[in-house]
């Protein structure tokens, strides 16, 4: 039987030390029809001549390109997008793993599951040497309401990211969108990128570790405040009048300026304290009143 064409796509900068076990995992997929598109983000040390020396060894399965200049995440991934051929599409970091079996149980569940789009899964958090530190876990009972639609897992969202970007599945117009990744925002695109793809599109979710994700004092998130990117992203969705009435929508819930709310007080919650987060939200917050102030916004009546 034929099976459809999976690209996974693998931005990459000064990764030299884990990139050549990231693409291992990629090729020891147990699921034959596999493609990898390497994005070499400008990187300065090893990375390129390791990519390259893995695609003379898979000529039909890598395909690379190699960016001058480094533009940040965002831009590779996009790269990365455009080169794509499959059917599906999936993101594995440069410093991440996929157990053997992710692609192959991920394209399943969308065979098995039509009414969904795309998929995530869990994942377990290793050190540098392939350790397993901990294991990311839902409690029983969010696990049963992600499981009956889409309104917990929205409503989750909306509080914050909550899954491993690297654990997500799609099929190719998931992606191969519009509005791809944004490249203005250095620590939260994929953040940004989900909760349009969950206005979009049906995600479900599949109970099995299916990445190892590294932690390590290297990655790029260690040497940045992604907080501050989460807070504007999070409001920029919030002034997109479409998307939210369509998350709302999903919820089953009236796009109104109460039933929004919670969502905001949750960042205050978390934030509480924190000098840096607190200036950024109450900017973020100011703006966002002028826009229903001036009209920008266009709220349903409260009372429906």
């Known amino acids: 039987m034929n099976q459809e064409l999976v690209s996974v796509i693998m931005p990459a900068y000064n990764a030299e030390k884990y990139i050549g076990m990231s693409i291992a995992s990629v090729m020891r997929q147990t699921y034959g029809n596999v493609q ?23 000529p039909s399965k890598i395909k690379f390109s190699v960016r001058q200049k480094n533009g940040g995440t965002a831009a590779a991934l996009n790269d990365a997008i455009e080169l794509a051929e499959g059917e599906y599409i999936c993101w594995l970091s440069a410093d991440d ?18 009414m969904y789009d795309a998929v995530f899964s869990r994942c377990a ?28 897992i929205v409503s989750r969202l909306l509080c914050g990211n909550f899954w491993h970007g690297c654990s ?27 909760i349009r793809m969950a206005a979009d599109y049906n995600i479900g979710y599949l109970n ?11 990655q790029g998130s260690k040497k940045m405040n992604c907080n501050l990117d989460e807070i504007k992203v999070f409001f920029h969705i919030l002034r997109r009048e479409d998307v939210m009435k369509k998350l709302m929508g999903k919820m089953e819930l009236a796009y109104t300026l109460g039933n929004i709310s919670p969502f905001i007080q949750c960042r205050v919650d978390r934030y509480s304290g924190m000098e840096d987060e607190m200036n950024v939200l109450k900017n973020e917050m100011a703006e966002y009143v002028d826009c229903i102030k001036y009209g920008q916004i266009n709220f349903e009546n409260e009372s429906v």
């Open 97 to 114: 793993l996929y157990r053997d079996d992710m692609v192959e149980s991920q394209v399943n569940f969308l065979k098995e599951h039509r």
């Open 36 to 58: 990898l598109v390497v994005v070499d983000d400008g990187s300065v040390d090893n990375t390129e001549n390791i990519i390259k020396e893995a695609a003379l060894q898979c």
């Open 168 to 194: 997500v599945l799609a099929k190719k117009e998931c992606f191969k969108r519009k509005d791809r990744f944004n490249v203005e925002y250095r620590a939260s695109q994929d953040y940004d990128f989900w």
């Open 125 to 152: 958090y290793i050190d540098e040497n392939d350790k397993v530190l901990s294991i990311l876990e839902y409690n029983k009972d969010f696990e049963n309401k992600m499981e009956q639609g889409m309104a917990c």
């Open 208 to 218: 099995k570790v299916n990445v190892l994700s590294r932690i390590h004092s290297e």
